[in-house]
């Protein structure tokens, strides 16, 4: 295909061509800025979390006022949970997963250090946290029944205390002992003595969302047995299908136990209700951007139809004339489509310099990360296949076009 | 004239049904996406305190250990209760308050309704008269009360309702944890948007329920919430009055510029005499922000609104951008009837003011409709779970906007398409004819 002609076309048609071109640029931009926002929150809301969600439900109390009976409360409490039907373990919690609030610490190497090398959350542990909640240890040993202390008791003394173990992330352990063996060495947090690495999990997140992205998993697990009133998790794994049931059990239980404390109901739910509200705002975020992104191309098309109609109705004669002079309909057909990738190309080359300055921006201003480059051909492909699409019918219609007409109003 | 080319207008659109009702539709869309986003920007980043904001500020000090200390960075966001005590007792503000968040177990003393967690705020007696709360029976209590640790207690209208159905409830006694209060007043409806004082709960969240003296709430020990940031063994209470730890949101209010800079003065130098005594180590880094630069400070409108507001502006431009296409194609269409009007005697003006006319009134058509999506988005913004979600209300402001924004855009997409057509020379056209 001849593509001087079409050139020196455009060229007449200067002012209807920037517009067409201006448009795919803008279009592009947004679009392939708006799928790596569309990419990201899908990550986010597909991560895992390294615990049994689908098994586990959550009943949070308090008390009215302070418990000095909290520690036997709670035991009894537990001793109960793990007696009802269908319960396989149960245990107590300071926070839990997809709830905003959270217990964090600086993350030393030695005593010495000023700088946190990084900051953690912190999970306090009972004896049957890993197996309630169901992590995976891929290193080392769970805690040891005589490892476990009081946090009641830890907390109320004065001066230093140490804390026997802890078990860390791999995410974590890799980041404070880059290629080494994480278990047997030691870091500091709380209190001025070393913690010891006894265990290390494959996943286990953080509460909230603190930290970003990149620090998800920096996550450690103290064996501080905490009281009922502290956070107010009881964590109880069950069957997927008696998940209801157990919950309603539990909180039945819960209210006779101990009657002087508060159930809070919006907040007991199964750990699938948790992560589902936890993630509504990525996910209806990602909704908008995707309904933007189907509109803005439903728009843009809809611009190159409307002004690749207009030329063909106004090169009307001028098609007559070339089929007259023995131009087949798929020469005429092609003319258009080329013409159209043209401008397209033209316009996705603007659209992507536009693409990286927003994006550019956007790093600036919202600490979003580098557009990947891999958007950039997906944008690309979506605006070339939408302006062929797009034009098709006018061309068709151009196509169409007897050879007679020129030699009608002559 | 103008009546007559509204008259042509209607006629071009009849004769380009399918063209004119996209073009209609492109502008509503963009309009639609653009106040949509547009109004929950502003609803989130209002002013919660208009005509007072410059004069209320939030005080930061530095008082953690070097352990972490990284020069230039900012102070600690909150303060510690010893701090927070001191700036209190020595009164250098026209009002100031120290506060914090928590939650408090309502035992209503009706048999039959169970008891409920209630969110609270432990503050002292200048909060009201300082934030001018509205109280819709009673008063706030006095600072001689905050002295006394006085058992005084103010609610909120909703929970006014929910315990007394409404009714007039001050002098009345309730029961908060294991003790016993006495309620001194009742808030009216008031929502601070954002909820300005505590950026650690939830920033758009309803006022507390109860509100009570600090110095009670600490001999109670009474739960908190909210961040806490602490460097040092506090000895098992991170709450006692000189434990190593930030909780304390402190404000103050200074009725002039030079009233500021004097307490920024006192600031610096309590800072350097905290650290002549030992109690600081870092060098003297005190803030002393107003109300919005507080809120700019903590980025209080979430990203994703603000990355929305871009959005809808970008499809706004696409929109636009797609009718001056558009527009360009139809008056160029009928270039041989401009022609003829031309030759008729109209000049490049009026042809130029019709195709303008043309413009305006499909952007008074998308403007319509597209109020109707601005609505439409609106609902659905207010159908998600986020505590601002219900705030999402267009206002008269906005409606008129919604309007102003629609006839504007679509005039000035024409006018480049109006120039076009204004240039076709009669001549050329006739001879085609």
Not at chain 1, 9 to 30: G, N, Q
Not at chain 1, 368 to 377: M, S
Not at chain 2, 90 to 97: S, V
Not at chain 2, 381 to 404: C, I, K, N
Request: glycine share 8%; charged share 20%.
């Amino acid at each position: 295909m001849e593509i001087r002609p079409i050139l020196s076309t455009l060229l007449r048609h200067k002012t209807a061509a920037t517009l067409i071109v201006l448009e795919i640029a803008l279009t592009c931009a947004i679009i392939c800025n708006a799928l790596f926002m569309i990419g990201e929150r899908i990550t986010q809301v597909n991560e895992v979390s390294g615990i049994a969600e689908d098994e586990l439900v959550r009943v949070q109390l308090t008390a009215i006022g302070n418990d000095d009976n909290a520690e036997a409360q709670t035991r009894s409490d537990l001793a109960s949970l793990r007696g009802l039907p269908g319960v396989t373990a149960a245990t107590v919690l300071n926070q839990v997963p997809f709830v905003n609030s959270s217990w964090n610490s600086g993350v030393r190497l030695s005593q010495e250090q000023t700088q946190s090398t990084l900051n953690a959350t912190t999970y306090m542990a009972e004896d049957q946290f890993v197996e309630t909640l169901g992590l995976k240890l891929v290193a080392g040993r769970d805690f040891e029944p005589d490892e476990y202390l009081e946090f009641e008791t830890v907390n109320g003394t004065p001066g230093s205390f140490s804390i026997p173990a802890t078990i860390i992330t791999r995410v974590m352990a890799e980041k404070l002992f880059p290629g080494e063996d994480p278990i047997g060495k030691t870091f500091y947090s709380w209190g001025e003595e070393p913690i010891r690495v006894v265990g290390v999990v494959e996943h286990l997140v953080r509460p909230s969302m603190q930290g970003g992205p990149a620090q998800r998993e920096y996550t450690m697990v103290f064996p501080l047995r905490p009281t009922y009133n502290l956070g107010g998790n009881y964590v109880i794994r069950t069957s997927p299908e008696r998940r209801q049931e157990v919950l309603e059990a539990a909180v039945d239980l819960l209210r006779k136990n101990g009657p002087n404390r508060i159930i809070l109901d919006e907040n007991t739910k199964t750990f699938e209700q948790l992560r589902s509200e936890f993630y509504q705002q990525p996910r209806s975020m990602a909704w908008l951007l995707a309904i933007v992104c189907i509109g803005l191309l439903l728009i843009t098309a809809l611009g190159i139809v409307g002004l690749a109609s207009f030329w063909v109705q106004q090169r009307t004669k001028q098609i007559g004339v070339r089929r007259a002079l023995g131009a087949t309909k798929g020469q005429i057909l092609r003319y258009f489509q080329t013409e159209n990738f043209l401008l397209a190309t033209i316009g996705i080359v603007l659209g992507m310099l536009l693409a990286y300055g927003i994006n550019q921006l956007l790093m600036g201003k919202y600490e979003l990360p580098r557009l990947p480059l891999y958007y950039l051909p997906i944008g690309a492909l979506a605006l070339w296949l939408l302006g062929q699409i797009a034009v098709f019918g006018p061309a068709r219609r151009a196509a169409a076009v007897p050879p007679a007409i020129a030699t009608r109003s002559v | 004239m103008f009546g007559y080319y509204l008259n042509l207008a209607l006629r071009s659109f009849r004769r380009n049904k399918v063209l004119t009702a996209l073009m209609v539709l492109a502008i509503a869309l963009g309009i639609g996406a653009c106040m949509t986003t547009l109004t929950v920007f502003r609803v989130l980043s209002g002013d919660p305190m208009p005509g007072k904001s410059g004069q209320l500020f939030y005080v930061q000090l530095d008082p953690a250990t070097m352990q972490g200390y990284n020069p230039g960075e900012e102070p600690s966001e909150q303060v510690t209760r010893y701090d927070a005590e001191a700036l209190l007792r020595e009164k250098r503000g026209d009002r100031q308050a120290m506060m914090t968040g928590g939650g408090v177990s309502v035992t209503p003393g009706e048999a039959g309704i169970a008891p409920f967690l209630s969110d609270s705020r432990y503050t002292s007696a200048d909060f009201f008269p300082m934030f001018e709360v509205p109280f819709l029976q009673g008063r706030g209590w006095t600072a001689k009360e905050d002295e006394a640790h006085a058992r005084v207690a103010v609610i909120s209208k909703a929970l006014n309702e929910r315990l007394f159905g409404g009714g007039n409830s001050v002098g009345r006694t309730l029961r908060l944890d294991q003790d016993d209060f006495t309620i001194v007043g009742v808030i009216d409806e008031w929502r601070p948007t954002p909820r300005f004082y505590d950026m650690n709960s939830d920033r758009y969240g309803e006022l507390e329920e109860v509100f009570l003296p600090f110095t009670t709430s600490r001999d109670l020990k009474m739960g908190r919430s909210g961040s806490m940031d602490c460097w040092g063994d506090s000895g098992g209470d991170a709450t006692s009055a000189t434990a190593p730890c930030v909780w304390i949101q402190y404000w103050v209010e200074l009725g002039s510029a030079e009233k500021h800079s004097a307490y920024l003065n006192y600031l610096t130098n309590y800072s350097d005499q905290q650290r002549a005594a030992g109690r600081y180590e870092r060098p003297t880094n005190v803030r002393l922000r107003n109300v919005m630069e507080w809120l700019d400070y903590n980025r209080v409108v979430p990203s994703d609104v603000v990355m929305q507001l871009w959005l809808g502006f970008g499809f706004l431009l696409v929109c636009l951008l797609n009718t001056v296409g558009l527009l360009l194609a139809k008056f160029l269409r009928r270039s041989s009837e401009i022609g003829v009007r031309r030759a008729l005697g109209a000049s490049r003006m009026e042809i130029f003011k019709q195709c303008l006319v043309e413009a305006g009134t499909v952007g008074l058509a998308g403007g319509i409709l597209g109020l109707g999506l601005s609505l439409l988005g609106l609902w659905a913004v207010r159908q998600q779970p986020s505590s601002y979600a219900e705030l999402a209300h267009l206002d008269v402001g906005m409606l008129f906007t919604t309007f102003a924004l629609a006839i504007v855009a679509s005039l000035f997409a024409g006018l480049l398409p109006a120039w076009r057509a204004m240039q076709v020379t009669p001549a050329l056209q006739l001879k085609s004819q």
